[in-house]
């Protein structure tokens, strides 16, 4: 049911829409405060900025929000990461189980996540900062996992000579190389957070 005519009819309106949100102040009375029923006066600055502080509150923990999110999100995808790259899993068993757990957590919409959670624990951040954060964990762990698959195995392969256990193996091998790329990921991760906490929010 797309039509150019309706399209073209329907353009309009969404000036009408920054219309509405456009603070509508009047110079005569822009300093008013408020009247005897303790009202402001439409086209004063304490009409339109009364509550200024409080959105600036609540835009901070909007942000807050978006960086628990992240950090809990990255160090699950940290975990998570080499068992899922296929160069460096343990078994098939434990690469087959990590993969399938990074899916799940990327495949479900952050605001499906946020209802589940608003019912276990109720409203306010935490349901939200849960919910970004097991989106973060399988979207992050999928390109940690990838960037794991593309690290030299030299390090890896020497650190196994010497008798190093698989954790050592990771962490002294493996880490070094491709912490720049993950601290990128995760600043990217961060900013798609901000937008989520939002919507969320």
């Not at 409203?123 to 919910?131: D, K, M, S, W």
């Not at 010497?162 to 193996?169: A, L, Q, R």
Request: aromatic share 14%; with cysteine.
């Amino acid at each position: 049911r797309f039509y150019p005519d309706r399209l073209a009819e329907g353009l309009p309106r969404i000036l009408e829409y920054f219309a509405t949100i456009i603070p509508d102040l009047q110079w005569d009375l822009l300093f008013e405060g408020r009247d005897a029923e303790g009202r402001a006066v439409p086209g004063s600055i304490t009409f339109w900025y009364t509550d200024f502080w409080d959105y600036v509150v609540l835009l901070w923990e909007t942000i807050l929000m978006a960086i628990t999110a992240t950090i809990m999100g990255t160090a699950v995808a940290f975990v998570l990461s080499f068992p899922a790259a296929a160069n460096l899993a343990p078994n098939s068993w434990v690469y087959w189980v990590s993969r399938r757990f990074l899916e799940i957590c990327r495949g479900i919409p952050e605001i499906l996540l946020a209802l589940v959670f608003v019912f276990a624990i109720g409203i306010g951040p935490l349901a939200g900062v849960l919910a970004i954060a097991i989106h973060s964990a399988g979207a992050l762990g999928k390109l940690f996992a990838e960037v794991n698959e593309n690290a030299s195995q030299r390090p890896v392969e020497g650190i196994t000579a010497v008798g190093g256990t698989w954790p050592e193996k990771m962490l002294f091998g493996v880490v070094p190389q491709v912490m720049p790329n993950f601290f990128s990921y995760a600043m990217l991760r961060f900013e798609i957070n901000v937008r989520a906490s939002s919507i969320i929010g």
